[in-house]
C-alpha cells in the first residue's frame, strides 16, 4: 500500500488468510490455527448474511432460529421442559425456510414475501405472547427455575420475530 490509504477489511482478511503457519509443529499453535479457522469462517458466513437480509429479517430469522435451537431443542427435546407447542416450531421452522429460500434465490415469492414473512413472525410473536398470558394467568412462578428460564427466552424471541416482521412489512 502506499501513502495514507488504509486497509479495508476484506483486504486485511485476504490477508490474514495468506499468511503462512508457523513452522512450529506443536499441537498448541494447529489448535489455535483451527479456532481461528473456525472464526473466519463463521465470520464469513455471518457477513454473507448480514449483506443480503435487511435489518427486519436478520431479526425474524434470529428470532425464529433461537425459538427452534434454544426453546425447542435445548429446553424441551434436552431438557425435557414443555415450553412451546409443535405447531410453534413448525412456524419457526417455515419463516426460517421462507426467508432462506427467498433470499438465497431458489424461489421468488414477489411482492407477497413482505406479507408472508411479515405474517409468519406476527404468528410467533402472537403465539408467544398468548404464552406469556396464559403462564400469568395460571399463577405464575410455581415451576422450575430452568423452565422460567426457556420461557423468557421464548418470549422475549416471539416479540422480537413480530418486531423483525414489522420491519419487513413495512418496507416498500
Known amino acids: 500500500m502506499s ?3 488504509k486497509e479495508t477489511p476484506a483486504e486485511s482478511k485476504k490477508a490474514a488468510a495468506e ?3 508457523p513452522a512450529s509443529g506443536s499441537s498448541s499453535s494447529t489448535a489455535g490455527e483451527a479456532t481461528a ?24 430469522l434470529t428470532a425464529a432460529g433461537v425459538i427452534v435451537l434454544v426453546v425447542y431443542l435445548l429446553f424441551e427435546f434436552l431438557l425435557d421442559f414443555r415450553i412451546v407447542s409443535d405447531f410453534t416450531v413448525i412456524v419457526a421452522v417455515l ?14 415469492f414477489g411482492s ?5 414473512v411479515g405474517a409468519l413472525g406476527v404468528s410467533l410473536a402472537l ?15 410455581a ?10 427466552i421464548y418470549w ?16 416498500r
Do not use: C, K
Open 112 to 116: 407477497g414475501y413482505r406479507i408472508l
Open 37 to 60: 479457522q473456525a472464526t473466519a469462517a463463521m465470520s464469513n458466513a455471518f457477513g454473507a448474511v448480514r449483506e443480503r437480509l435487511v435489518a427486519g429479517e436478520q431479526l425474524v
Open 127 to 141: 403465539f408467544a405472547i398468548l404464552n406469556l398470558l396464559g403462564w400469568a394467568r395460571a399463577g405464575g412462578g
Open 19 to 21: 499468511t503462512p503457519p
Open 95 to 108: 419463516t426460517i425456510l421462507a426467508i432462506w429460500v427467498h433470499r438465497w434465490g431458489h424461489y421468488d
Open 156 to 171: 422475549i424471541s416471539g416479540i422480537a420475530a413480530g418486531y423483525g416482521a414489522w420491519l419487513v412489512f413495512r418496507t
Open 3 to 5: 501513502g495514507p490509504e
Open 143 to 152: 415451576g422450575d427455575f430452568l423452565r422460567l428460564i426457556g420461557l423468557i
